[in-house]
Nanobody, 111 residues
Framework: QVQLVESGGGLVQAGGSLRLSCAAS????????MRWLRQAPGAEREFVAL???????HYADSVKGRFTISRDNARKTVYLQMNNLKPEDTAVYYC?????WGQGTQVTVSS
């Protein structure tokens, strides 16, 4: 069974940090480029960051320099370290391998 499960969201003050995790099961991880996306209330889902199987990364301009994506292939887990969070980062964060999506984890940044 293919499954992606996000965790690590929560409420944080502006300037704070959170680390999101996305654990994959089944055939949801190896060979896949893993992505983090987010969706704020009333907005469309938007790209945040991706990491290819070899480790190369790409970020949205809005998070570049503040967020870091990484993956642990042995644990089949992808991470998103989020530093210097801003209120506009408030959203539900999802991980995806392009074929499957997790259920999302809420991140709320207070000003």
């Amino acid at each position: 069974q293919v499954q992606l499960v996000e965790s690590g969201g929560g409420l944080v003050q502006a300037g704070g940090s959170l680390r999101l995790s996305c654990a994959a099961s089944g055939r949801a991880f190896y060979g896949y480029t893993m992505r983090w996306l987010r969706q704020a209330p009333g907005a469309e889902r938007e790209f945040v960051a991706l990491i290819r199987e070899g480790g190369s990364t790409h970020y949205a301009d809005s998070v570049k320099g503040r967020f870091t994506i990484s993956r642990d292939n042995a644990r089949k887990t992808v991470y998103l370290q989020m530093n210097n969070l801003k209120p506009e980062d408030t959203a539900v964060y999802y991980c995806s391998n392009g074929d499957y999506w997790g259920q999302g984890t809420q991140v709320t940044v207070s000003s």
